[in-house]
Structures are given as structure tokens and as C-alpha cells.
């Protein structure tokens, strides 16, 4: 007999970022760069509950999940492991070639993602990592899955989900 099982969903006003980026296609078409205002949701799923009656710690998943939008947010995201865009850190600028174009930024405004590609698909698996890490060994640990939503317009877009 299947047990029923609890699902929070967290999608609150303040889980966004807002960021720069363009898509590589294939090695000579891109996207223009270019801005979203991302907004994030994330599902906890398990099937039992603490004494005091919670899956999680609310608390804590929402101060994770704000602090992953914060670090992402005001930034101009660059893929760091994608084939086609060449990266150089320097320390005051960073400068960002692909396929003829060359973007020289301010450090403080690049972050350079662990990604082949700045796709929603690719930031709802960054972010699942990221809070994943964040709660290891605390607030979820009778959760059995974890989902985070990526929207980048409305109606556009893409949840991963993964047993924790």
C-alpha cells in the first residue's frame, strides 16, 4: 500500500535574480546578450514528519534558497565550461570572447558559472546543487526530493528534481 506523502512548495516574492547572459547555440550562433528577471520556486517531498509536525525547516530552505538568488542576482552570467566562449579573469575586468564578439566587463560584475551553457535548464540544476549543498546534513533530512523551478518569463519555464 502506497503512503501519502507531503509536498511544501516555496515561491516566495523575494526567491529572484536578475542577470545578463546569452545562450550559445552551436559554435558560431549565439543570442545577443541580454537581461531576466528569474524567479524561483522550490518543492521539498518526503513521507514522514518530525514531533513538532514539519518535514523541513522552512526557515533555513528560505534563507538558502535567497542567498543563491543574491549571489546570482545584478551579475552578467557567463558559462565557464561551455566549448565555444573563451573566458579570461584578470583582476579588475573580465573579457568574454565568442565567434567574433568580445565583451570586457568589471570583475565585480561577471560571475563565471561552472556550466557549459546560461540555459534555464542549466540554472535549475546549478541552483538544485547549490541549496542541495547549502542543506546537507540539516533542515531536510526527511525530505526525499528536492525540485527547483527556474522561470525566466511567464509561462518559460524548467523545474529539476532529484531524490536528495
Known amino acids: ?25 552551436d559554435r558560431t550562433r549565439a543570442e545577443l546578450l541580454h537581461g531576466h528577471n528569474y524567479r524561483v520556486r522550490v518543492e521539498l517531498t518526503g513521507e514522514s514528519l518530525d514531533e513538532e509536525g514539519f518535514l523541513a525547516d522552512i526557515e533555513r530552505v528560505k534563507s538558502c534558497v535567497r542567498s543563491a538568488c543574491d549571489q546570482l542576482d545584478e551579475r552578467t552570467l557567463v558559462p565557464g565550461q561551455s566549448p565555444h566562449v573563451v573566458v579570461e579573469e584578470l583582476e579588475e575586468r573580465v573579457t568574454v570572447r565568442f565567434a567574433g564578439r568580445r565583451y570586457e566587463l568589471p570583475r565585480a560584475d561577471v560571475l563565471v558559472l561552472p556550466l557549459r551553457n546560461v540555459t534555464i535548464e542549466a540554472l535549475a540544476v546549478h541552483l538544485w546543487q547549490e541549496l542541495r549543498a547549502a542543506l546537507a546534513g540539516g533542515p531536510i533530512e526527511r525530505v526525499e526530493r528536492l525540485t527547483v523551478t527556474v522561470e525566466e518569463t511567464d509561462g518559460q519555464r524548467c523545474a529539476y528534481s532529484e531524490r536528495v
Open 1 to 25: 500500500m502506497d503512503k501519502g506523502r507531503f509536498a511544501i512548495q516555496l515561491a516566495k516574492e523575494d526567491f529572484k535574480f536578475s542577470v545578463a547572459h546569452f545562450t550559445v547555440f
